[in-house]
Nanobody, 118 residues
Framework: QVRPVESGGGWVQAGGSLRLSCLAS????????MAWYRQTPRKQRVFIAA???????SYADSVKDRFTISRDNAKNTVYLQMNSLKPEDTAVYYC????????????WGQGTQVTVSS
């Protein structure tokens, strides 16, 4: 299966910022709603933010007003700008088409680790 490729994670102190990128093939990206998710050990992936093909956005309450999702349709890339990071934002971050949300791991990328220290 073709999988998205996430990048941009790292270690940051609380209050800092990171920008994640996700490159997806046209079959995943074009015309589809895209979303970011995150996962901590022993827990399921949870929804963080989504963007429609037309640019409308939605966010989980936990990240609203701190994170911003955007997309560049010419580059098949979706971004997640994360500001005012908190230790509880520590997780592996994934992106995918919303159509793939409930599919198995074969349809997901490796994710990118974000670690926020207090």
């Amino acid at each position: 299966q073709v999988r998205p490729v996430e990048s941009g994670g790292g270690w940051v102190q609380a209050g800092g910022s990171l920008r994640l990128s996700c490159l997806a093939s046209g079959s995943i990206f074009s015309g589809n709603n895209m979303a970011w998710y995150r996962q901590t050990p022993r827990k399921q992936r949870v929804f963080i933010a989504a963007i429609t093909s037309g640019g409308s956005t939605s966010y989980a309450d936990s990240v609203k007003d701190r994170f911003t999702i955007s997309r560049d349709n010419a580059k098949n890339t979706v971004y997640l700008q994360m500001n005012s990071l908190k230790p509880e934002d520590t997780a592996v971050y994934y992106c995918n088409s919303e159509l793939r949300r409930w599919l198995g791991n074969d349809y997901w990328g490796q994710g990118t680790q974000v670690t926020v220290s207090s």
